[in-house]
């Protein structure tokens, strides 16, 4: 079956830390991934997301993802991360299933961090 | 505007009422969807609609019956559910139901069944 998994269940930073969230797939045909964001008290956003071209994605607030196909995953990393960071983290993907596409989520990341 | 709304925000309801929740979208967006996302679980797709019509109903139980009135417009009615629906009911739409759209999520009707 069609899986994301995602590691790390909760990571804990001080800020100014480096931070990597990983993120692999179980789908050998042609995918797009996400990463979406779950701020305390706010609905799911978008961070960025790959669908083709350059494996290196940018995306908001200094977040960047890289595509690795060899190893079906997405990781996100960040340089430094903020206290504002603090969040749940998600990474999605959308395989072609019987000529449709569907979000298949991961279990997602909480991340804290530390002031 | 990139914004979905969704209508309740908190909902307790009886195993024998009807109640419905309701999303609205004004993004022009042509794909909606329906997600149950659970306390610590990631969502879970329900059910989609691509141009007003129903495209993928994950096997969820008749108990849930989606709606879509019109291209802005979703609905969920919800009949003789059980105490283990409770979760959060997560609406979002995209563009298209095509697999690079970003989907543009609500904040969510947070559902308690007695």
């Known amino acids: 079956a069609q899986s994301v998994s995602q590691h790390n269940h909760h990571v804990i930073l001080s800020e100014a830390a480096s931070l990597e969230l990983g993120c692999n797939y179980s789908y050998g045909g042609t995918v797009n991934l996400f990463w979406y964001v779950q701020y305390p008290g706010q609905h799911l956003q978008l961070l960025l997301k790959y669908f083709s071209g350059d494996p290196l994605v940018k995306g908001i607030k200094g977040f960047e993802a890289e595509f690795i196909k060899s190893k079906f995953s997405f990781n996100l990393r960040k340089p430094s991360v903020q206290w504002s960071d603090t969040a749940e983290y998600f990474c999605a993907v959308t395989p072609l299933t019987s000529g449709t596409y569907k979000y298949i989520f991961g279990t997602g990341t909480r991340l804290k961090v530390l002031a | 505007d990139t914004e979905v709304t969704q209508t309740p925000k908190h909902l307790v309801m009886g195993m024998t009422n009807k109640k419905s929740l309701k999303c609205e979208q004004h993004m022009g967006h042509r794909a909606m969807y329906w997600y149950k996302q659970k306390a610590k679980k990631p969502p879970e797709l329900m059910f989609v609609y691509s141009y007003e019509k129903l495209s993928i109903n994950e096997s969820v139980p008749s108990r849930f019956s989606p709606e879509c009135p019109n291209s802005s417009l979703l609905n969920l009615h919800l009949h003789a559910l059980q105490p283990e629906d409770s979760a959060l009911y997560l609406c979002?739409?995209?563009?298209?139901?095509?697999?690079?759209?970003?989907?543009?999520f609500g904040p969510g009707t947070r559902l308690t069944v007695l």
């Open positions: 979002a739409s995209s563009q298209d139901s095509g697999g690079a759209d970003t989907q543009y």
